[in-house]
């Protein structure tokens, strides 16, 4: 009998290692892999879609390998995943999507329904539901083949960018695949993603003690948002509209206000204030009068910067804020969210989640206000105060 389960466990042992042997370690094989860091997609009507693969590929003076360098490959194809496969067919590699943290669209992509292209990115797991969607002014190609000078590699660069402004300023609208996806299947249909802006610069080149050298290199401005009503665009919000719509959706770790022409230290001037903190409530209220958005929110203002400066007072990292200003920046909030909301209701397109604010909170009035979501109306009560000494 123990003979059997020594003989049975040999031979579990050498089926197990022969698996795991024949795949190298699970390790990639660089040479016969295209390791693709993003996608960029855009649409010719005679060709269909015309997929850019940025490749990243290694730096051979690097011990670590560190990913340094970019290779832009295009696909053609009737659909996304057959121009990722003519990627192959093209190349001899296999283009591994394990690694693609962003995916770009080109700005034609807006007169279709964005899931027709995003939705093989949800159907399949080659690529991971985490990887970051925007669109781009211009072609998407453009964008991936410019050389910024944050990164060797452009994708980097714009990760960069959207990661670190969520995770702090509020400035972008970050959105990845599977959070655009729940958005366009959810009640209300709304869904959003950053919007790109090539922005170009001359940078100077000195390396191998050379003569200095102009190149055009390029920075991107992220701070304005594509929004979609069931995947259809139906603007964009600007980059103050960018920022109110993210601290109204989420908690706020540093967002910056600046006011302008208003009275300070006894003089006109600009000003920047850093909203330490700010609360905000939403709710839908659904009566005789129809519905009613009610939004209100708190927020404690701390002056950052004045281009006047007044006593020595004026330079501590505490200032009162005069009430005049506080009201200014009151105004200033609630005419901006105004903006949204009357932008938004005309177009047709819930921002603000009031057919889905309904459905959860008061389903028994959501089959008898769901037609009306688009005529209701705004209350907003807003205070600011100044940061406490």
Known sequence: MNKIKSKALFLAIIGLSATFFS???GVIDIEKTAI????????????????STQIATPDPASEANVLNDQTTIEGKGKTIAQAVDNVGKNTGWYPLLTYCQLIILGEKVLDTDIMDILGVFVRTDKVPSSALVAICEGKAKE??????????????AIEKILVKQIAKTDCVAMVNVKD???GYYGISGFSYAPYIKTVDTDAKNTA???????????????????YFDKGMSKGKLNPSQTLIFNILGKKTLE?????ENIEIFGQKADATFNIENFSSNKKVI??????????SLNATLALRDANKT????????????????LNAAELELKEIIQSIFIKTQEEKCDVFKIGETLFKFDYNNYEKFKDKIFNSKLNLTIKCNSVKK
Not at 255 to 259: D, V, W
């Open 286 to 295: 659904a009566d005789e009068n129809g519905l009613t958005l009610d939004i």
């Open 23 to 25: 795949n190298d370690f």
């Open 255 to 259: 967002a910056y206000l600046t006011l």
């Open 36 to 51: 693709i860091v993003a996608l960029g997609i855009d649409i010719d009507e005679s060709e269909g879609y015309i997929v």
């Open 143 to 156: 964008v991936l083949s410019a050389t910024s000078p944050l990164d060797s590699v452009s994708s980097f």
């Open 310 to 325: 007044g006593d020595l007072k004026s330079l501590s990292a505490i200032v009162d804020i005069p009430d005049a200003v």
């Open 180 to 182: 655009f996806a729940c």
């Open 208 to 226: 191998g003690g050379e003569s200095e050298k102009s190149q055009t290199t390029s920075l991107f401005d992220v701070t304005q948002t594509c």
